[in-house]
Structures are given as structure tokens and as C-alpha cells.
């Protein structure tokens, strides 16, 4: 009888190890792959990593300054930088939105005429890691199908706030479509705005690089910071014989 009572107690003992195992592979499991399927969808951001750092060696090596305006085009700042860049005879790069567009078809002509490039920066500027997968993606399509009277499919893209994921990754892949993300910063989205001198000091120490600005309506203190600020990379590109170019002009 006792014997019996401890081969009852050893059983019970051995199923409950199993249990246990089993309880702590499925979690162990679960774990891993959330954890590796995280990783393969956030995987573009080392990629961004990878190919900025390689960008910005490559801009200080041929001394190069690239002038970028997001989330344009705007009828009140984004003529006022178009003005500038002519008196300076100098090319920029627009990453416009494909709403803002639609919106300002006029402008964006204008920025073709003069021979600046325009790249796709989405239709509805969605976050890509926090909207659903399928409507950022979508969202990049209804950018390039927008813009289309400007720019081709395989067009240059700007991710909005700098972030892909794998399906977004992917589906600009699919067109070809090469992605710049920039070196410089210039901070004009900030609470407290730098001092323009601040940031082209930055160019000048960098040897070069490739700025990110935004060139929609916001205040007149914003909208007068993108236009001193452009004005001082430019002197500074003037000092140190940086080339001026928009980053079609740049090696991939
Ligand atoms: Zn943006």
C-alpha cells in the first residue's frame, strides 16, 4: 500500500515536470518568435543605419551639400525657398506629400521648371510604426500615384518620420525606388528651434551633407528659420566649395 502511495506520488511528480518542460518550450518558443519576427519587422531601421553611414562618408569625401524640404509643397514658404535657390542658382530636392501636391499643383510645376527633383514622402504622411501594415503601404502608393504628373513610379522616397518596416521596405523595393534618409538634422520641427549659424557649423565640421528641412506653412518664426537657415548652408557650401546638388547627383 505505501509502496504503491510513493510510485502514485513519483508519477505524479514526473507528469508535473513534464507539464512544466512543455509549458516552458511553448513560452520559450512564443518569446522567439515574437522577439525574431520584431526584429525582421523593424529590420529597415539597421538598414537606414547601414546606408546613411556609408552616404555620409561619401558626401564628406566628395565635399557635397544636399538641400531636402519635407511635407511641401506649401503656396507660402516653399515659393519663398524656390525664390532663393535661383538667386543662388543652387538645386534642392523636395520630398512632397502627395495631398500637398494635389493641393498646389502650380508650385510643384514650378519646382520642376527650375530643375529641382522631387521625391515621394507618402499621400497622408502615416507613421509607419504605428499605422497598420497594409495602410502604410497603401499610403505610399496613393503618394506616387498622386504625384504621378511629376514624378515617375520608381521616383526617390523619404519615409514619413524616418521609418520603414519590412512590408514598407518591400513594397518600395518592388518599384525600385532608391530611399534617402539625411545626415543633418537642421531641428526645424523641434519645441525650441537651433540657431541657424548652429546647424551650418555642423555642415562646415561634417565636410558636408545632406539636410533635412520642411517646407510646409507653419509659423512665420518656422517659415523664416527654413529660409535663414538655407541661406547659411549655402554660404557655408560657398566657403568650403562644397557642391551644391540634389541627391539624384548623389552615387547610390
Ligand atoms: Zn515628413
Given at each position: ?173 518592388r518599384r525600385g525606388a532608391p530611399v534617402w ?72
Amino acid at each position: 500500500m505505501r509502496q504503491t502511495n510513493v510510485r502514485q506520488g513519483m508519477l505524479r511528480q514526473t507528469m508535473l515536470r513534464h507539464t512544466m518542460m512543455r509549458y516552458t518550450m511553448t513560452a520559450g518558443l512564443a518569446a522567439t518568435i515574437g522577439v525574431a519576427g520584431s526584429a525582421a519587422y523593424f529590420s529597415p531601421w539597421f538598414w537606414r543605419r547601414y546606408r546613411m553611414n556609408r552616404i555620409r562618408r561619401e558626401v564628406a569625401k566628395n565635399r557635397i551639400l544636399a538641400l531636402t524640404y519635407d511635407d511641401g509643397p506649401s503656396d507660402g514658404l516653399t515659393p519663398q525657398i524656390l525664390d532663393l535657390l535661383q538667386q543662388q542658382n543652387a538645386r534642392g530636392t523636395f520630398f512632397m506629400l502627395g495631398r500637398s501636391a494635389q493641393r498646389h499643383p502650380q508650385i510643384a510645376d514650378r519646382v520642376v521648371e527650375e530643375g529641382h527633383d522631387i521625391g515621394c514622402h507618402s499621400d497622408q504622411h502615416l507613421n509607419a510604426w504605428k499605422a497598420l501594415p497594409w495602410e502604410a503601404v497603401a499610403d505610399i502608393d496613393a503618394g506616387y500615384k498622386r504625384l504621378s504628373p511629376w514624378i515617375q513610379p520608381d521616383a526617390m522616397f523619404r519615409p514619413p518620420y524616418g521609418k520603414m518596416t519590412l512590408p514598407t521596405y518591400l513594397s518600395i523595393r518592388r518599384r525600385g525606388a532608391p530611399v534617402w534618409w539625411w545626415t543633418i538634422d537642421s531641428g526645424d520641427t523641434r519645441d525650441v528651434l537651433p540657431s541657424p549659424s548652429q546647424v551650418a557649423e555642423r555642415l562646415r565640421k561634417d565636410g558636408g551633407g545632406i539636410v533635412l528641412m520642411h517646407d510646409l506653412d507653419r509659423t512665420q518664426q518656422r517659415n523664416d528659420f527654413v529660409l535663414e537657415l538655407t541661406a547659411a548652408l549655402l554660404d557655408v557650401a560657398k566657403q568650403e566649395s562644397f557642391k551644391v546638388m540634389t541627391l539624384r547627383g548623389i552615387c547610390q
